[in-house]
């Protein structure tokens, strides 16, 4: 009986870690080339006109696919809205006040729904938009893999819980990332983002007014807008040097101890990540190429295909 039921376990094993990899084999980069076609250059057009108009859209774009995928893969689930009957992640800890860009979300879903209804899922949308806003930025490309659906759920409380928080250490950096099968390399690649966009009074303040691993002048210069109580919201660019344009100053300034966040600049403060962020501030094209990879992997957490999930038809609420 024990060894039927360990046989029939493994069994089951094997027939889950098989449909697992046929869910990611089931992406691919063609997934619209005949069901629609001008899919991809309708979200450019729509991400780049955005961009154009404030450029940090762009920023706020490459945000949601992270907080999308990290919280029960990349299915959409951050973009419901609450209503009285369901409860969504946008009030979640890390998105409240915070997290942006669901108009043009928005916009880009009613283009593509006028050319092809009902086919191209939020998201692929969410995962295209952040490629094509860092592209606009001056970043790099990446092939990205299609033909995710959307889910029909969201987890307020797994976004608490899985997407980290600037107060956390190295180590706590190092597991939230591993948690999603990231390795500490592919993490601080991938916090290469925090070269563009805007961060809020109150999640660096403490490093400010009380840190010593920063920049004298640098903290100095931020307390006018960031004062010590109120103006929580005020924000300064996560990339004091060149905060639009996707490039490797981000390490550059952590090795200047100039990085704005807690969690910034753990990555460059006596461990064993320093020589990565020494790396990628003298090479910017390594840089380059591992976070357009590591958005390749980011992109691949646990899509619903097949018959799993649904196209939605309007973003904010499953159909
Ligand atoms: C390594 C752990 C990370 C932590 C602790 C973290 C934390 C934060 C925080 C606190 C903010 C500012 C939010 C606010 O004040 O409103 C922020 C902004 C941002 N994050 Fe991260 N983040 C991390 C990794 C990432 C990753 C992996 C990406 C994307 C690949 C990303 C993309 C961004 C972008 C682009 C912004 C600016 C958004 C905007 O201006 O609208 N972050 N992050
Ligand atoms: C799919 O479409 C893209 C973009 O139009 C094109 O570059 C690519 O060659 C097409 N691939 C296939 C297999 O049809
Ligand atoms: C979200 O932010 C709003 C506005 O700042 C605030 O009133 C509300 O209490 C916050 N919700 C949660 C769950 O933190
Ligand atoms: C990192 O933070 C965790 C949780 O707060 C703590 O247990 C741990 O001791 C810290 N590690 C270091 C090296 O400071
Ligand atoms: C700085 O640290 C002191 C002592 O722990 C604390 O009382 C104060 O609130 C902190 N200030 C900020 C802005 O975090």
Redesign the pocket.
């Given at each position: 009986m024990a060894s039927s039921s360990s046989s029939f376990g493994t069994t089951l094993s094997v027939f889950l870690l098989v449909l697992v990899g046929m869910a990611s084999a089931q992406l691919s980069s063609t997934y619209y080339n005949t069901s629609c076609p001008n899919a991809l250059s309708t979200i450019k057009s729509a991400v780049d006109s955005a961009v154009d108009s404030e450029s940090?859209m762009g920023?706020?774009l490459?945000?949601l696919?992270?907080h999308d995928c990290f919280v029960n893969g990349c299915d959409a689930s951050v973009l419901l809205d609450d209503t009285s009957t369901f409860t969504g992640e946008k009030t979640a800890a890390?998105n409240n006040?915070?997290?942006?860009?669901f108009d043009v979300i928005d916009t880009i879903k009613s283009n593509v729904e006028s050319i092809c209804p009902g086919v191209v899922s939020c998201a692929d949308i969410v995962v295209v938009a952040a490629r094509d806003s860092v592209v606009a930025l001056g970043g790099p490309s990446w092939t990205v893999q299609l033909g995710r659906r959307d889910s029909t759920t969201a987890s307020l409380s797994t976004a608490n819980s899985d997407i980290?928080?600037?107060t956390?250490n190295l180590s706590g950096?190092i597991s939230?990332?591993s948690n999603k099968g990231f390795t500490a390399k592919e993490?601080v690649a991938?916090?290469g983002?925090?070269t563009?966009?805007?961060?809020?009074c109150?999640?660096f303040r403490a490093r400010i007014y009380n840190e010593t691993n920063i920049d004298s002048t640098f903290a100095s210069s931020l307390q006018s807008n960031c004062p010590s109580t109120g103006s929580d919201n005020n924000l300064s660019p996560?990339d004091t040097t060149s905060p639009t344009t996707f490039d490797n100053a981000y390490y550059t300034n952590l090795v200047n101890n100039k990085g704005l966040?807690h969690?910034d600049q753990q990555l460059y403060n006596g461990g064993s990540t320093d020589s990565q962020v020494s790396t990628y501030s003298t090479s910017s094209s390594t840089f380059l190429t591992d976070f357009a990879n590591?958005?390749v992997k980011?992109g691949n957490l646990s899509p619903l295909t097949g018959t799993s999930g649904e196209i939605r038809t309007n973003c904010r609420k499953t159909n």
């Open positions: 940090r920023a706020s490459l945000r696919q992270f890390p006040g915070s997290i942006r860009g980290p928080a600037p956390l950096l939230s990332f993490m991938l916090s983002a925090h563009i966009g805007q961060a809020r109150t999640n996560l966040l969690s590591g958005m980011m």
